[in-house]
């Protein structure tokens, strides 16, 4: 039988066992519009309290245009050491073709995503092209517009492709985020349409091992049993940390607040253990909002 998982006030109840922390940051940073209330000055604390902090994102792109957005929220550089983004870890494949799957994408690309992603492929020796068609492979970075569009309107695109037997990259796992208040559909929803469809899908990001190789060896001489990863979705945070093998805490105020915390008038203990169980993903507690 599966331990209850505790809920706890605050990370300071955890910070005494562990040297660094990979955190989350669309769901437990900020809304994708701005920063929660109490996360600037939990992240000072963690840093008075000796322990390294370290950003991991399933953004689709690279980690300097995600610093620059933490600095628009009021994010310091000396708050954190260092972001790493699935868009990272999809550059790094793409450039190195580090395996038989990679190497034998081709050179033709289309992206599938919005503008704002289209400085993921800067440098990268492809020939970027508007058509299934015309492609050797899909990289995938989201919705063209999250806004209006959903999955319907890639349902040709998609079976086009898979009749083409295009492979896809997909960079960005997460199913959706809350934007404000608006739930968005991600990369990963797209990727999970084409593998219903029979497409073949590599994906870069939480909850896969390589995002944490790169953490690994950012924080070289840290015992895996003293790190902690922090998220808002058990299918990516805690999943990941549980499959690399360190501990992880459960933020229930991002992505499921909904139906966790709802009105924030009953216990969510209950609704967490089912959503937990059934889930199959273990943290070692739960957190309403990433505070100290």
Known sequence: MMMTVP?????STLAPRYDAMILDMWGLVH?????YPGVPECLDRLREHGVRAL?????PRPSDKVVDRLRDMGIRDDQYERVITSGDVTRDALSRRFDDWHAALGTRCLLIGPQRDWGLVDGLEFEMVESVEAADFLLNTGLYDDESEGLADYADRLARARDLELPM?????DLS???GEKLVLCAGSLAKAYEDLGGDVRYHGKPHARPYEFCFEALAGV???RILAAGDSLRTDIAGANAAGIDGVFVMGGLHAEELIGDGQSDPSPALQDFVMSSGHRPVAAIHRFNW
């Open 55 to 59: 950003f991991l994102s399933n953004a």
């Open 7 to 11: 809920i706890i006030d605050g990370v």
């Open 169 to 173: 990259v997909c960079a960005n796992p």
């Open 177 to 179: 985020v809350m934007r």
């Open 31 to 35: 809304d994708g519009v701005a920063p």
């Open 223 to 225: 015992p895996r049993e």
